[in-house]
C-alpha cells in the first residue's frame, strides 16, 4: 500500500487499525450502495456514516435488509454497486484487504457460533492465537480478562452446552473483543434468546456503547435502541426512510413509512 504521504486516507486507515481514530471522525462510510440477490433488490443506493464511538442502531420490518447491510461492512456480502470506505480505504474484495479490515472489525451473530469441543476460555484465545499471533498464555489471560468485563469469569472452564443462552452469547461478544475491534457489529444478537435473558446481553452492550465502542447493530429492542443509541436508522423500502436522534424517530417520526412501523410495533 503507498504511504500516508502519497495517500492521505491512509493515515487514517493505520489509526483505525491502531485503535485510535479520533472521536466524531467518520469510520465507516456507504456512498451510493446496492445490494441485489439476483433480479431481487434488497436495497438501493443508501448514503450512510458512522462515528467513532458512535452507536448506530438499524431498525426496521423483518426482511428489509438490515442484516445484509451489516454484513456488507464486513465484506462478508459483496454489494452490486456503490462503495464502503473504512477508515479512509474502499473497501475491496480481495481476500488480503478484507482480512486486514476485518481483524479491526468484530462481529456478533444471532447464533453464537462456539466451538462445542472448547472450553469457554479457549474459545476466546484460539483466534487471538491464530490470527493475533499472541501467545497462549497471552491470549488466555485476555480472555480471563474479557471474561470478567462480561460477568462470566466463573464460566471460565466451562463447555458452552453447559451455559445459558444469554451467557453463550455474552462469550461470542467476549471472542469478538479479544480481537481488540474498533467497530462492533451486532446482528440481532438477542433474536434467539428466551425473553428474560436479553437483559444480560444488552446490560453488556450498554456498557460498551458508555466505553465509547463504535457500534452497528440490527436490534428489535426499542428500549435498548432508545437508550444506548446516538442514531436511529430505520431500514424500510429498499433504503434508509427515516434516521436521526432515538427520541425524534421513535417518538416523532416524520415519515409515514415511520409512522407506520411504529404504530404496528406498538400494536404488538
Same mark, same amino acid.
Not at 82 to 96: H, R
Not at 155 to 171: C, E, F, I, N, T
Not at 224 to 250: C, K, S, T, Y
Given at each position: 500500500?503507498?504511504?500516508?504521504?502519497?495517500?492521505?486516507?491512509?493515515?487514517?486507515?493505520?489509526?483505525?487499525?491502531?485503535?485510535? @481514530?479520533?472521536?466524531?471522525?467518520?469510520?465507516?462510510?456507504?456512498?451510493?450502495?446496492?445490494?441485489?440477490?439476483?433480479?431481487?433488490?434488497?436495497?438501493?443506493?443508501?448514503?450512510?456514516?458512522?462515528?467513532?464511538?458512535?452507536?448506530?442502531?438499524?431498525?426496521?420490518?423483518?426482511?428489509?435488509?438490515?442484516?445484509?447491510?451489516?454484513?456488507?461492512?464486513?465484506?462478508?456480502?459483496?454489494?452490486?454497486?456503490?462503495?464502503?470506505?473504512?477508515?479512509?480505504?474502499?473497501?475491496?474484495?480481495?481476500?488480503?484487504?478484507?482480512?486486514?479490515?476485518?481483524?479491526?472489525?468484530?462481529?456478533?451473530?444471532?447464533?453464537?457460533?462456539?466451538?462445542?469441543?472448547?472450553?469457554?476460555?479457549?474459545?476466546?484465545?484460539? @483466534?487471538?492465537?491464530?490470527?493475533?499471533?499472541?501467545?497462549?498464555?497471552?491470549?488466555?489471560?485476555?480472555?480471563?480478562?474479557?471474561?470478567?468485563?462480561?460477568?462470566?469469569?466463573?464460566?471460565?472452564?466451562?463447555?458452552?452446552?453447559?451455559?445459558?443462552?444469554?451467557?453463550?452469547?455474552?462469550?461470542?461478544?467476549?471472542? @469478538?473483543?479479544?480481537?481488540?475491534?474498533?467497530?462492533?457489529?451486532?446482528?440481532?444478537?438477542?433474536?434467539?434468546?428466551?425473553?428474560?435473558?436479553?437483559?444480560?446481553?444488552?446490560?453488556?452492550?450498554?456498557?460498551?456503547?458508555?466505553?465509547?465502542?463504535?457500534?452497528?447493530?440490527?436490534?428489535?429492542?426499542?428500549?435498548?435502541?432508545?437508550?444506548?443509541?446516538?442514531?436511529?436508522?430505520?431500514?424500510?423500502?429498499?433504503?434508509?426512510?427515516?434516521?436521526?436522534?432515538?427520541?425524534?424517530?421513535?417518538?416523532?417520526?416524520?415519515?409515514?413509512? @415511520?409512522?407506520?412501523?411504529?404504530?404496528?410495533?406498538?400494536?404488538?
Amino acid at each position: 500500500m503507498p504511504d500516508s504521504e502519497n495517500n492521505p486516507d491512509q493515515s487514517a486507515q493505520d489509526r483505525f487499525l491502531a485503535g485510535d @481514530a479520533d472521536k466524531g471522525e467518520s469510520i465507516v462510510q456507504l456512498r451510493g450502495v446496492t445490494k441485489k440477490f439476483g433480479e431481487t433488490v434488497v436495497f438501493s443506493d443508501v448514503d450512510l456514516e458512522v462515528g467513532v464511538s458512535e452507536v448506530v442502531v438499524l431498525i426496521g420490518p423483518s426482511g428489509a435488509g438490515k442484516s445484509t447491510l451489516l454484513r456488507c461492512v464486513n465484506g462478508l456480502e459483496e454489494i452490486t454497486s456503490g462503495e464502503i470506505v473504512v477508515a479512509g480505504q474502499t473497501l475491496s474484495y480481495d481476500q488480503k484487504h478484507l482480512n486486514r479490515i476485518r481483524s479491526r472489525i468484530g462481529m456478533v451473530f444471532q447464533s453464537f457460533n462456539l466451538f462445542p469441543h472448547m472450553s469457554v476460555t479457549e474459545n476466546i484465545a484460539v @483466534a487471538q492465537r491464530d490470527v493475533l499471533g499472541r501467545g497462549k498464555d497471552e491470549a488466555i489471560q485476555k480472555a480471563h480478562s474479557l471474561l470478567e468485563r462480561v460477568g462470566l469469569s466463573h464460566k471460565a472452564d466451562a463447555y458452552p452446552g453447559s451455559l445459558s443462552g444469554g451467557q453463550q452469547q455474552r462469550v461470542a461478544i467476549a471472542r @469478538a473483543l479479544a480481537m481488540d475491534p474498533a467497530v462492533m457489529l451486532f446482528d440481532e444478537p438477542t433474536s434467539a434468546l428466551d425473553p428474560e435473558l436479553v437483559g444480560e446481553v444488552l446490560a453488556v452492550m450498554k456498557d460498551l456503547a458508555e466505553e465509547g465502542m463504535t457500534m452497528m447493530c440490527v436490534t428489535h429492542e426499542m428500549r435498548f435502541a432508545r437508550r444506548v443509541a446516538d442514531r436511529v436508522v430505520l431500514i424500510a423500502d429498499h433504503g434508509i426512510a427515516e434516521q436521526g436522534p432515538p427520541d425524534q424517530v421513535l417518538d416523532h417520526p416524520v415519515t409515514e413509512r @415511520a409512522q407506520h412501523f411504529l404504530s404496528e410495533l406498538s400494536d404488538h
